[in-house]
């Protein structure tokens, strides 16, 4: 009988619980291990592998002769050749994330705009004195980069607000597309073409006043650059820290850089995470392992 192994809380609802228990012997773990080791220490004796990024990150090459059934859509930092030195064989979500994340940016769009942040729940204005005049959405440009799944739906939704929407895709002139851009909206996945691409010249060439939105690892721009121009040529960012191996992790050295500067609105990874999410990303994991224990492997990383 196949060995299916859960290895950290991943929000499954019951009648998930109920197809997994039909795919094989499972095991279920409701947190997350105190350490890669013991995370490494849970997958030992199991055919297939249903986890978070924890542990996973640090130790996936130490696995061997597995599958892994991944809820979420980020993998672009998993070495092919390394799986297949290993007969690891690894199938993921793609598109579970689309609506969370995509409401997440549109919210971060509007409270950068708008400096909501300020006029939410002020207490005192100075009386007689308008307060400071915001951006609205309508007729401003924001320019996606990417349009896969999420990027798509940002731009459905902005279209629906008034704004003029363009992608920036493969093949593209980075700089003619953003160079008039009011919002810039990172929604590239990771691989050797993007690792890099946003560098200082690309923030510095930036619209003043522009406003700079990621979803995305923070190996695709320059980080640096983009802390100190924020309050410069560019006006404000908001940032969801996807990289970072544990969600709701606010030690994390990345997102302590960000949240000191105040005009970088930053989240610890938790754009994803709806119940829309979780139905829609754990419900994938398991289609993907019935359709592996079928013989006909689906969303495989290849």
Known sequence: MTKIIVTQELDLFPDQVERL????EVKIYNDVAKTSQAWLGRCKGFDVICTGKFGLTQMVYNLENVFLSLPFVG???LDLNKLRERNIKVAYAPGCNKDAVSEWIVAMILNLARNLPKFTNVKK???HVLPDRTTGLTGKTVCILGAGNIGTR????CDALGANV???KKGDDLSQKTKAADFIVNCLSENP???GLLDKEFFSSL???SFFISVTSQKLYNTK???SLVGKNIAGAAIDVGDMPQSGDTGYPFYKRLLKNKLILATPHIAFNTDVTARVANDTMIDNIEAYLNGKPTNLLQ
């Open 75 to 77: 993998i672009g930092w």
């Open 166 to 168: 363009v992608f920036f």
């Open 207 to 209: 619209k003043n006043g």
């Open 225 to 227: 650059a983009l802390i």
């Open 125 to 127: 204005l100075p009386a």
């Open 21 to 24: 228990n039909g795919l094989g």
């Open 154 to 157: 940002v731009g459905k939704i």
């Open 193 to 195: 073409t993007t690792i």
